[in-house]
Nanobody, 117 residues
Framework: QVQFVESGGGLVQPGGSLRLSCAAS????????MGWYRQASGKQRELVAQ???????KYADSVKGRFTISRDNSKNTVYLQMNSLKPEDTAVYYC???????????WGQGTQVTVSS
């Protein structure tokens, strides 16, 4: 079955950086666009970054210029480099395949990112 395993989260001070990883299995990874989503406590899950099969990227305005999404098809892995982190970036971060209605597959466990001094 399709599985996404996110890792790399943690507690970081404002202005700090983290690099998230998401390993995918059960799909032909190179055939799919991939996205990073986040869900803050009490809020809806939102798509913050996406990368096409040709590595074209797109970002939510809230993270543009600070986050960078990339992929390594040889490792079935998508990454999210997060710089200049802000307290409002605090959320559980997930990866999935984007669709018009949200995402295609079931969600993984996510990885918690907490930005706090």
């Amino acid at each position: 079955q399709v599985q996404f395993v996110e890792s790399g989260g943690g507690l970081v001070q404002p202005g700090g950086s983290l690099r998230l990883s998401c390993a995918a299995s059960g799909i032909r990874f190179s055939y799919y666009a991939m996205g990073w989503y986040r869900q803050a406590s009490g809020k809806q899950r939102e798509l913050v970054a996406q990368i096409t099969i040709g590595s074209t990227t797109k970002y939510a305005d809230s993270v543009k210029g600070r986050f960078t999404i990339s992929r390594d098809n040889s490792k079935n892995t998508v990454y999210l480099q997060m710089n200049s982190l802000k307290p409002e970036d605090t959320a559980v971060y997930y990866c999935n395949v984007p669709s018009a209605t949200g995402a295609i597959w079931d969600w993984g466990q996510g990885t918690q990112v907490t930005v706090s001094s």
